[in-house]
């Protein structure tokens, strides 16, 4: 069965600090693997997105990294700011159907000033 | 401006009275979902369609029923609403499949008692 498993289920970091996000997902065959922000009682919106063959895509103070061979990913987060408290949320798209998108279950972040 | 639309974004009903919930977009995508998410168990896709008149299910189809007359419209249908089908509901849509990036909707709070 496809699953994504996110870690930490939850954290709190100052402002200012770094934090990076863990995403572990089991999904075959691999397409591609999404990072979506997610802020309270709002619809995510997309971050970033990796392919098989990208290593490291950056948008802004966030650069995700993905290790097809471990299928592992991570979300680092630079220079943290109150408005990066939100929920983080890992994709992954199997290839071959609409249907499989495995949604991981989230890590919430709290910048705290 | 390119949005997703939900309405209501608030609702209360009981048991068993039938309840629409509309979705709409206005970016000419071809695929549209719908999605449930509830705390700790995050997104999980109720159906999906690919254009008009084609849908099918997600992964959490049962209590729920959607139709695509039309391009930009995607509606859920609950026929008779249950407790456990208390949640925040999402559409969402991307240009071609599932594996675009997906705009959401605001989101839609459920609650029936």
């Known amino acids: 069965k496809n699953q994504v498993e996110q870690s930490p289920q939850s954290l709190i970091i100052l402002e200012g600090k770094n934090c990076t996000l863990q995403?572990?997902?089991?999904?075959?065959?691999?397409?591609?693997l999404r990072w979506y922000k997610q802020d309270t009682g709002r619809g995510p919106v997309s971050l970033t997105i990796?392919?098989?063959?990208?290593n490291t895509k950056s948008n802004g103070r966030y650069t995700a990294t993905l290790d097809a061979d471990t299928k592992q990913s991570s979300l680092h987060i630079t220079a943290s700011q109150l408005s990066d408290s939100a929920s983080y949320i890992c994709?992954?798209?199997?290839?071959?159907?609409?249907?499989?998108?495995?949604f991981g279950s989230g890590t919430q972040l709290t910048v705290l000033p | 401006e390119a949005q997703v639309t939900q309405n209501p974004r608030y609702l209360i009903t009981v048991t068993g009275k039938k309840l629409t919930v509309t979705c709409s977009q206005n970016?000419?995508?071809?695929?549209m979902s719908w999605y449930r998410q509830d705390p700790g168990l995050g997104l999980r896709q109720i159906y999906y369609?690919?254009?008009?008149?084609?849908?099918d299910k997600g992964d959490v189809p049962e209590g729920y029923k959607v139709s695509r007359k039309e391009k930009r419209n995607f509606p859920l249908i609950l026929e008779s609403p249950s407790p456990n089908q208390t949640s925040l509901y999402f559409c969402?849509?991307?240009?071609?499949?599932?594996?675009?990036?997906?705009?959401f909707g605001p989101g839609t709070r459920l609650t029936v008692t």
């Open positions: 969402a849509s991307s240009l071609t499949t599932g594996w675009d990036e997906q705009y």
């Open positions: 995403c572990n997902y089991t999904v075959s065959p691999f397409s591609n």
């Open positions: 990796m392919t098989f063959s990208e």
């Open positions: 994709v992954v798209s199997a290839r071959g159907s609409a249907r499989q998108l495995t």
């Open positions: 970016m000419n995508h071809e695929y």
């Open positions: 369609s690919m254009n008009v008149e084609v849908t």
